[in-house]
């Protein structure tokens, strides 16, 4: 990023500014609602989708978006998210990156996504962002222009590869959970998983049952915002020291 100059108005620099201070302020709201509108008008963008990887039900879930129809969002949902050519290989990325770095223009033109629902749109050249925190998937943004604009560039590539990580900590809620949401129980158990502990040793150092922490743990996950075990572990020894 050293040395990156980016393209931008007055009032573009203004509307970036005002961003990463929202985003970096405490106790922030409702990222997608509040700040994606922004972010689109700072792309210079026609159309904004974000969704939740949902793993319990293998599928992208809790859809936000910005310029699409309701039509074209149920249709996303209900059948063409399991024929999107591009979208597993953009995810895997965990990086900003233009839509035509895993597929070609004229091959994308010759899918059914692309000639039955992209271009129900209008939208014909994208760049997205895929987002995880230690390993849990996070909001996405897939930002696309229509044919009357020119395509994706540096600029944005640029742009969201500072936005990224600020919009990462924001979405995954870290800065906002505290030990103190846990009660002394669960508050022990997480400390003796955050120390290597299995569950049978957190069983035998506080003399409870084993389900007993499983059910402790359980909380724990819920309470932080934890996906897993190792996630949980890194984020109460961080908030611990």
């Excluded at 925190?133 to 944005?156: C, M, S, V």
């Excluded at 669960?186 to 955050?194: P, T």
């Excluded at 569950?199 to 059910?215: E, Q, S, Y």
Aim: hydrophobic content about 40%.
């Amino acid at each position: 990023m050293s040395g990156t100059v980016f393209d931008l108005t007055f009032d573009e620099a203004s509307l970036f500014a005002d961003i990463v201070g929202r985003l970096t302020s405490p106790g922030s709201a409702e990222i997608r609602e509040t700040i994606f509108p922004d972010i689109l008008r700072l792309m210079r963008a026609d159309v904004l989708a974000s969704y939740k990887w949902n793993p319990k039900i293998n599928s992208y879930d809790a859809p936000f978006t910005i310029n699409q129809s309701a039509d074209s969002i149920q249709a996303y949902r209900n059948w063409f998210q399991y024929r999107d050519p591009m979208t597993r290989q953009l995810r895997s990325l965990w990086r900003p990156a233009y839509v035509d770095e895993v597929i070609s223009k004229p091959d994308l033109s010759k899918t059914e996504f692309f000639n039955d629902f992209l271009m129900k749109d209008g939208l014909d050249h994208g760049i997205n962002v895929f987002l995880k925190d230690n390993g849990r998937a996070l909001a996405d943004l897939r930002i696309w222009r229509t044919k009357r604009r020119p395509d994706f560039a540096d600029r944005e590539i640029s742009l969201l590869k500072v936005l990224a990580p600020l919009l990462k900590r924001a979405l995954s809620g870290a800065p906002d959970v505290t030990l103190s949401v846990l009660t002394d129980r669960e508050r022990d158990v997480a400390l003796l998983v955050s120390r290597g502990c299995s569950d049978k040793d957190v069983a035998r150092v506080l003399n409870i049952g084993f389900a007993t922490v499983r059910t402790h743990l359980t909380r724990c996950l819920e309470k932080m915002g934890c996906s897993n075990r190792a996630e949980l572990a890194a984020r109460v020894t961080r908030l611990s020291q």
